[in-house]
């Protein structure tokens, strides 16, 4: 688990291809080391990765089929810059909100402007899911958690603070940059508990109509 408060901007040192999926060798920078060992947890633009060396300059990890079609790390290149930060523990402060680590779908930056000393993002996110984004809610934008400014469909805005676009790769966002998300644990479950027995059916999925049948609404 982390909290989506990025703690160093690293950079991919080499990507090697493995058979169809990807060997990852990440630069960290100044993100401090010293408490990782081998199979720890690091996430890497909001992606969890397995540790499994530790070469001096950073860590090398494994990344599946299932993470290479789900984010954009087999779009990143060496040089690519990747927001990092290490699996939170019991003393760490929550000044995010939980994240796992397991992305949902990669979504596309339509607009930047600037707002003040601000800078406004709007973002559009995959159809599926839409439904898990709501205004003032949590969204986790490669590895950063971020509040949700407005939504308007499948689109979403962010206002990012100048500190925040320092200390993590937003400030390099242009439109058409695609960027990993991960919608709130929270209303992923909410989901599956509200269609109660009905999430064991095949293709089972809250509408308007499920709604008013178990007495949700009238």
């Known amino acids: 688990m982390f909290t989506g408060i990025i703690q160093a901007v690293g950079s991919i040192a080499s990507l090697e291809p493995r058979n169809g999926d990807m060997r990852l060798h990440v630069r960290t920078g100044a993100l401090d080391l010293s ?58 402060p929550l000044g995010g909100h939980l994240v796992s680590g397991h992305v949902d779908g990669v979504g596309t930056v339509l607009e930047r402007s600037d707002d003040a000393r601000s800078v406004r993002f709007r973002i559009e996110a995959p159809a599926a899911l839409a439904r898990y984004i709501a205004h003032k809610g949590s969204i986790c934008v490669d590895g950063i958690s971020l509040t949700v400014n407005a939504v308007d469909g499948r689109v979403f805005d962010l206002n990012i603070v100048p500190h925040t676009l320092e200390a993590t790769t937003m400030g390099d966002y242009v439109p058409g940059t695609r960027v990993n998300l991960e919608v709130d644990l929270i209303a992923r479950y909410l989901e599956r508990l509200v269609l109660g027995e009905a999430a064991a059916k095949t293709g089972a999925t809250i509408t308007e109509a499920f709604l008013a049948d178990h007495g949700f609404i009238k």
């Open 35 to 92: 408490d990782i060992f081998l199979g720890d947890s690091i996430a890497t633009n909001g992606v969890c990765l397995t540790a499994i060396e530790l070469p001096g300059d950073g860590y090398v990890a494994d990344v599946s089929r299932e993470s290479l079609s789900l984010t954009t790390l087999g779009e990143l290149r060496p040089g690519s810059r990747v927001n990092l930060e290490k699996a939170l523990t019991l003393s760490t």
